[in-house]
Structures are given as structure tokens and as C-alpha cells.
């Protein structure tokens, strides 16, 4: 005999029927088993009913919304997405910044991301945006969050999000990309080959497996030249090494061209490899206008 089942319990003489009632107002089911002492009650909890349309554990409502830019800078270049992601949300739990949640019985905070860049590349333009149960000045929430990131991840801006949305106001990177050991002359031959050509496609490794994308049609623009690095000089000569510099605009695709698939497009039309991994640094993200120049996502008007 199964322990909580009134109907075969109330069939036998001698054992009272399992009743239903209310401790601490918390509805629950009381069963004398066969056997037990009158005295041992096995209590099982019942689930309390949710209404039509009501969520079976609420949480507080989001009642603003703040998007934030943030910098991967440094070693912390070579964290993942989703690293990137548990640190914010950890940093969000120790700054006391009064994040919404999901409902349910699992919450999650509500944070949205948008065009994380790839593993091993740098950035200056990283976007999320968080839920608050409670409005706050987007100032003050910037500096919650920026004391208590590690050193590489630097919150750069935060404004209160307005329409449209944030997926809405972005749709290309502008990304700088340092070649060391390439003269400038190579660089900008190969590039004015890639940008003559009306499609070039490379193959892609993926976890599903070979996949082909049209780098050319993704590439915007792209120039050679720009400011070096510190104690590099774009030319050789006996006071440094060669560093040439990549400046692309590629548009949103999917799959997303990624600057080493730049520099394999680059590869396949002039046979430029250079000696050691290249040093990406997406700049920008936000919508093309018809200069070809990105608008801030953060807001109209912005710079």
C-alpha cells in the first residue's frame, strides 16, 4: 500500500481518512499510514494553485531599463562570451544594483547581449542591456558595476534605454586589426585586390561542420593605415619592427564574418600571411549610415 493514498487507506477498518488542512497557511495533506502510531503524521505539502495567467513565482516587475557599454581589454580579451557573462552577472549581485529577474522557478537576471565579439579579440565596444526593479541615474549604476569588474573589463558608458530596440541599432563593427611583420605596401595591395573583387568566399571549420561565407560582401569598407602601437613604426627600419594597420568596416551577417576571416580573404587573393597572430580591436558598433560611418546605439544624436 502506497503511503498518501486516502482511498485505499479510508477502505481499511482502523485507519482514519487522510484530511486536508492548513498549517501556518500553507495547504497541505495529513495521511495516517498503516501501521503508524496515531501519533506520527506524515505531512505532504500540496503545490499551491496558480491563477490563469499569473506566473507560478512571480518576481518584481522591470520597471527601467539601462544600456550599458563596456571595454574587453588586455589578457581578458581571451575570454569567452560566456565568461564575460558570468562575470557581469556576478558583478551585478556584488554592486547591489537592483537587477530584475526572470519568473519561474529558476530566475535568471534579466540581461540581454548583443554582438559579442570573438574569442581573442579585443574591444572598445561591447553592449548589454539590464533590467531594474527600481528606477536609478544610469551614472550611478556605470560606476557600480566599473569598481567591481576586473581590471580588463572597464564600463565605459550607460544611458537609459529608449525605442527601438538595442538589436535594432546595430548592424556592423568597425574593427582595427594590427599585422605585425607587414609592410604597408603588402597590406594595401592585398586589400585593393579583396575590395576589387565583387564576391570572395572562404570556408569556415564549424561545429556542424564546413560552412562557406562571402567575406566580400560583408566588408563595408577597408584602408590601410592609422595610428601604430607604442615604440612600432608602420614602415621598417632599424628603430623598430613592421606593423601594418587593417581599418574594415564589416556588416552583420550570418554567419558573422570575423576578422580572421578577413585576413583569410586577404590570404586567398594575395597570398598575405603574416608572421605572428594578428591583434584585433573591434571600435565601433552601431548602424551605417550613407557615409558609411556607424551611429552610436546608445542614442540619437550621440557621437
Known sequence: MTLGDPKRHSAVP???????????????????????????????????????????????????RIRVRFAKRGRLRFL???????????????SGVPVSHSHGFSPHPRISWIGAAPTGTASEAEYFEIGLTREMDPTLVRTALDEVLPDGLDILDAVVATPPALADRVDASLWR??????????????????????????????????????????????????????GVTPQADAAG?????????????????????VLGALDVVAGLRPPVPAKATRMAQGLLDDRDRLADPLGPGRV
Not at 560566456?82 to 551585478?92: F, G, K
Request: hydrophobic share 45%.
Open 80 to 94: 569567452s562570451h560566456r565568461d564575460v557573462a558570468r562575470s557581469v552577472e556576478r558583478a551585478v549581485r556584488r
Open 14 to 64: 482502523g485507519v482514519p481518512e487522510c484530511r486536508v488542512g492548513v498549517t501556518l497557511g500553507v495547504p497541505e495533506r495529513r495521511c495516517m499510514a498503516l501501521g503508524v502510531p496515531e501519533h506520527q503524521v506524515v505531512t505532504l505539502p500540496t503545490m499551491a494553485r496558480v491563477r490563469p495567467g499569473e506566473a507560478a513565482n512571480p518576481a518584481p516587475p522591470t520597471v527601467q
Open 177 to 230: 586589426i594590427e599585422l605585425d611583420g607587414v609592410a604597408e605596401g603588402d597590406l594595401r595591395a592585398a586589400v585593393d585586390a579583396l575590395m576589387a573583387k565583387d564576391s570572395l568566399v572562404v570556408d569556415r571549420i564549424m561545429p556542424s561542420g564546413k560552412r562557406q561565407i562571402d567575406v566580400r560582401a560583408a566588408v563595408a569598407w577597408a584602408e590601410v593605415g592609422g595610428d601604430a602601437p607604442a
Open 241 to 261: 619592427r613592421v606593423c601594418a594597420i587593417l581599418t574594415a568596416v564589416v556588416r552583420q551577417t550570418t554567419p558573422a564574418v570575423r576578422p580572421d576571416d
